[in-house]
């Protein structure tokens, strides 16, 4: 199975891409310590990646849990 298929990515409009690969990487490595599946985690990163890119700055789009849950409840995602 193909992990695009399992996780699409958020459909976002990006503003500034700096910071999300800091963004997507500190927030995998945060949810697998929380011990979440890798699964989970990606789905976090992805969301914690693309939220990051919707403002601009490196960090001003960084989110709490909370946040990114909103997000990820919020923001459609592409088929």
């Known amino acids: 199975?193909?992990?695009a298929s399992i996780?699409?990515?958020?459909d976002v409009a990006e503003v500034?891409?700096?910071?999300?690969?800091?963004?997507f990487g500190g927030a995998f490595v945060a949810c697998?310590?929380?011990g979440?599946?890798?699964?989970q985690a990606l789905d976090y990163a992805n969301a914690a990646g693309?939220?990051?890119?919707?403002?601009?700055?490196?960090m001003e789009g960084a989110g709490t849990r909370a946040e990114l849950d909103s997000f990820i409840?919020?923001?459609?995602?592409?088929a």
């Open 1 to 3: 199975m193909d992990i």
């Open 7 to 10: 996780l699409p990515a958020f």
């Open 16 to 23: 500034d891409p700096t910071g999300a690969g800091d963004c």
């Open 32 to 34: 697998r310590r929380l």
């Open 36 to 39: 979440m599946s890798p699964q």
């Open 50 to 58: 693309a939220r990051n890119v919707t403002v601009q700055g490196p």
């Open 73 to 78: 409840a919020q923001t459609t995602r592409r």
